[in-house]
């Protein structure tokens, strides 16, 4: 009895493996600041802590 319980425990773990659909990582929403290390918008030109220009980095 507790083997055919184990059986169907298994086969019903895998069918609900099946279905899960893995997320792909989400792109960062912040970055820091290289001047005064703090946590900033991704979008942000300048920070607003220190207000010093961000400069661009390019995605290589």
């Known amino acids: 009895m507790v083997f055919i319980l184990f059986c169907l425990m298994k086969g019903s773990n895998k069918l609900t493996g099946l279905t899960k659909k893995e997320e792909a990582p989400a792109e960062p929403e912040t970055k820091i600041c ?27």
């Open 34 to 60: 290289p001047y005064c290390q703090s946590e900033i918008s991704i979008k942000a030109t300048r920070c607003p802590h220190c207000t010093s220009i961000l400069e661009e980095t390019k995605a290589e």
